[in-house]
């Protein structure tokens, strides 16, 4: 394994070189001055122990979580004041007096590592918040009963104006009622440097990339049937046989007017998602088709499986991404990049020779790739090379990546501010702010991943965030990948060496697969030994319908299998289910019409079965009879063909050598003598036999009653008039 690190080319004279320098000096010296001052100021307003311990204390485990942010100001300017709606709940089984609820803050507090500022978040940094931003009443409550409270603060607010330093800031939410502290939660506000006198460093460079997927692909059925029972659809159509969730309208046009909005937010398209649109949204890229979680391909290694489930390779490679891609656009010529995006499973050196053979020179990393132990966080961007070439994979920031996605960075009961979207987003804010901090002249471009099922909402409020904080300058994902990494010789990204896949991800994977192979093998089955085969007597016309039909079948199954086999989790179920509903049509089409119980008078008689075919194209196929007697029995296989659309008799001979009652299983057999489709059971009853002893009996007892009569006929006495 080969992994290179890109090295930064600078391309300066020695005097531009050293006068960067000397301005780079003086920066630094100014940063320095200012971090003594503020420490200064840390020292003035720091507690003293019993008032550390005071402020560090959590609520009662009952009481947890009762605080939530609805709404707060992230980025703090010298115009913007401070506003924040927070919903208090009552999560007791007693009433609550009514109370207060205060925000306060640290107005000269400096957060000076990666632990201090998650300790804050956690609750458990001895920090004070002695500058009081602004207070409101909390009406009694009920238990379970909640009330939203408003706190604003103008720009001239006492605790504002104070704050001389930019950069994050601890601020607390405490809620008080009876005398009582009920509950705190712990958020953040970050300072700009607009107004103060503070030096301002080069903005660090920040990527965000919001895949562009359905969040769950459903099977059409209307056009599912018409495929079976005419016999084909229009290409156009067929493409669409897998059809977006009914939620995912309503989602994309909110999409639309963020991107719109937030034209640097890089947006990177599933091209059968495009596909489905009838007019497809702008992209400054696209995925594999359907998310095509080649993660898990590459950690079940079995690409046989696969193949018995309907998906080749040729169905997800970047070439098919941008076929898929230009037929959505109506447009041959179009070209967009192409990104593999990461699945359930990791990027480990096996997935991304695979990703390289598949024509993806760039995959995404979404997760597990970068190193959580860096002293410091770097471009995320890194060259492998495989066997199959050079990747460069673009690998997301672990932390502000969770955090726009939805995810606190410790469980709920730890990060109390950011169970809700507007605290994780101050904490996006506060942790970006504290990533230039650490290193204000490193050149780096940081990639924040967001997620599939993404609220629209929530994005525009990242992006707007992210836009209005100077220390940050968005970049698209082309000049995230033409960037220059960090050179660093101690610490080198390491590739994941295990897969990643869960056991319960992969025994879902191998569950879904094995339905999808059983659908493939009744496509399948059906096109070899069930439809009749054209002869040279066939028109050309019907021959090549019937060819074209049988091909449709199959990538139908295909994109539904594709589909089954992405990222979204939703649409492994009902994606498989529509490859189970297409065999079903298929298999079921060619079916035994029930037939009427059978009475047997004599030794032989006929049994005619009725086979009808639902399909635009004949259909030939073996029919079996099994009786349950040894006295009554039937021919065993006739084979027949039935028309389109139609139906055919075969005709089984029944033989008799006793009196009595069976049950005859008729059964369907392909032309390889597999059965299929439903069986039928006809009941026969044999009336009168005479091949028996008990058939003699009754015979001769017939004739001797016959003598008899006829004796009587002879001998008896006559009358006169007769």
Avoid at 208 to 227: I, K, R, Y
Avoid at 303 to 314: F, I, M, P, Q, R
Avoid at 327 to 349: C, F, H, K, V
Avoid at 367 to 382: I, L, R, S
Wanted: proline content about 4%.
């Amino acid at each position: 394994m080969v992994v290179r690190k890109e090295t930064q080319q600078t391309g300066v004279t020695v005097n531009q070189s050293a006068q960067w320098h000397a301005q780079h000096d003086l920066r630094a010296l100014s940063s320095i001055l200012a971090m003594v001052l503020t420490m200064a100021l840390m020292l003035l307003y720091a507690p003293m122990p019993e008032a550390q311990a005071t402020e560090s204390g959590n609520p009662t485990t009952e009481t947890a979580g009762m605080v939530s942010i609805d709404s707060s100001t992230a980025v703090l300017t010298d115009t913007s004041g401070y506003h924040l709606s927070a919903t208090v709940t009552n999560t007791t089984d007693q009433v609550l007096p009514a109370g207060t609820l205060t925000l306060a803050m640290n107005a000269f507090y400096t957060f000076v590592s990666r632990n201090d500022i998650q300790e804050w978040s956690e609750g458990t940094s001895p920090i004070s918040t002695p500058n009081t931003v602004g207070e409101t009443d909390v009406p009694s409550l009920r238990p379970g009963t909640s009330a939203k409270v408003n706190i604003d603060a103008d720009a001239n607010q006492q605790s504002l104006a104070t704050i001389n330093s930019w950069g994050p800031k601890p601020v607390l939410l405490e809620y008080s009622a009876g005398g009582t502290t009920l509950a705190r939660s712990h958020t953040f506000v970050t300072r700009t440097g607009d107004g103060l006198n503070s030096p301002n460093t080069p903005a660090m460079h920040i990527t965000v990339a919001q895949p562009l997927a359905a969040n769950g692909w459903t099977t059409d059925s209307n056009l599912l049937g018409q495929l079976v029972d005419e016999g084909g659809v229009t290409d156009a159509k067929l493409s669409k046989i897998a059809v977006p969730g009914k939620d995912d309208d309503t989602r994309l046009k909110s999409l639309g007017q963020v991107f719109a909005k937030h034209d640097m937010l890089q947006v990177v398209g599933d091209p059968t998602y495009l596909k489905s649109m009838s007019m497809p949204t702008q992209v400054d890229g696209i995925t594999q088709p359907a998310l095509f979680d080649m993660t898990a391909y590459s950690a079940l290694g079995n690409e046989s499986t696969y193949s018995a489930a309907g998906v080749n390779d040729t169905e997800w490679n970047a070439d098919s991404a941008l076929r898929i891609y230009r037929s959505s656009l109506g447009d041959s010529q179009a070209d967009t990049a192409r990104y593999a995006w990461q699945g359930n499973g990791n990027w480990t050196m096996k997935a991304l020779t695979k990703a390289r053979q598949q024509g993806y020179d760039t995959v995404i990393a979404t997760h597990d790739f970068e190193e959580d132990d860096k002293a410091t966080v770097q471009t995320g961007k890194t060259v492998v090379s495989t066997n199959a070439g050079n990747v460069t994979v673009l690998s997301a920031q672990n932390v502000l990546s969770d955090l726009a996605q939805g995810k606190a960075t410790s469980d709920e009961a730890g990060a109390d501010g950011e169970g809700s979207d507007a605290g994780r987003l101050a904490r996006f804010v506060a942790q970006s702010a504290f990533y230039q901090m650490e290193q204000p002249y490193a050149e780096r471009n940081l990639l924040v991943c967001l997620d599939e099922d993404s609220d629209p909402a929530i994005v525009e409020r990242l992006m707007t965030d992210i836009e209005q904080s100077p220390w940050l300058s968005l970049t698209d994902l082309a000049t995230l990948k033409q960037t220059d990494t960090t050179a660093d010789d101690e610490t080198e990204t390491v590739i994941p060496e295990s897969d990643g896949l869960s056991d319960e991800a992969r025994n879902a994977l191998q569950q879904t697969l094995s339905t999808l192979a059983n659908a493939s093998n009744d496509v399948k089955r059906f096109n070899a030994s069930i439809l009749a085969k054209p002869n040279k007597k066939t028109p050309s016309g019907i021959r090549s319908g019937l060819a074209q039909w049988s091909k449709q079948l199959t990538k139908t199954h295909s994109i539904m299998a594709l589909h089954a086999l992405g990222n979204e989790s939703p649409s492994r179920s009902t994606m498989a289910e529509g490859t189970m509903q297409l065999a079903s049509l298929l298999i079921n089409g060619v079916a035994i019409t029930p037939t009427e119980n059978v009475n047997v008078v004599s030794e032989t008689a006929k049994m005619p079965v009725t086979i009808s075919n639902s399909h635009p194209y004949p259909v030939k196929v073996k029919v079996s009879s099994l009786s349950d007697s040894m006295q009554i029995v039937t021919s065993r296989f006739d084979t027949v063909e039935v028309p389109a659309h139609g139906e055919a008799q075969v005709v089984f001979t029944i033989r008799v050598v006793a009196s009595g009652t069976a049950n005859a299983t008729i059964n369907l057999f392909d032309r390889n003598g597999a059965a299929f489709g439903a069986t039928q059971v006809t009941h026969i009853t044999s009336a009168l036999q005479i091949s028996d002893k008990s058939g003699f009996i009754i015979i001769g007892f017939a004739v001797l009653l016959g003598i008899v009569g006829l004796w009587r006929q002879f001998n008896r006495k006559k009358d006169p008039d007769e």
